[in-house]
């Protein structure tokens, strides 16, 4: 089932999410209840979809995404991390376009099958970084339509922020391309191209074409 095989950490911060709604619904404070119970859900999301679909996730890969959600949706907006910390929107947004680069270098290993040598390793690093940047834009123009079309403040300083958001977008896509450069370089051995690498062996029927290095 989706919620077995997963890191201490992960089960910390599903225990930490249902004290905390617990506690919130007993003080009768709505909106942490609500933002905990919000946060519980999409960390389960996509344990949830990779059990639909049968992936095996690394579980060093959910933990990230889980951590991540957890700091941008409990903490940032719960706690007010995004305005107690400077530096917090641009980490959430950096750790996120790793994420969606690394996201970007698998969909291009499941265009080949696996095949390491049927693009060239820059292609598909440059199609994780395209991916990534892509993702960033979509979600800077989510942020003006919800200021023009609701009154928010999601862009905060406007353009200084949407340009600072997109600089750290292409960063971190940049790291995550780079990564599967990396892994299709033979650089597999740990960090975010063994993460690569660790997905496509818990994976191989999607990737018929890959290596016995990955397929061992």
Partial sequence: MFYRGHSWLVYGVWFTLACACGVALYELNWRMGFLALLTLAATMVPAMLADRYHLRLPMAFFAAIVLFLFATLFLGEAFDFYNIFWWWDVA????????????????????????????????????????????????????????????????????????????????????GASAGYAYLRGRDRSGLPGMIAEFVRRNKWYFPKSDTKDNP
Avoid: C
């Avoid at 989510?142 to 977008?169: C, R, V």
């Fill in 92 to 175: 959430m947004h950096a750790s996120a376009a790793i994420g969606f680069g690394l996201v970007g270098v698998i969909i291009a290993l499941l265009m080949f099958e696996g095949n390491r040598y049927a693009a060239p390793p820059w292609a598909v690093g440059l199609i994780g970084l395209t991916f990534a940047v892509s993702i960033g834009v979509l979600w800077e123009v989510f942020e003006y339509f919800m200021d023009a079309s609701f009154g928010l403040n999601m862009q905060k300083s406007g353009l200084q922020d949407t340009m600072w958001d997109l600089i750290t977008n292409a960063g971190g896509g940049l790291v």
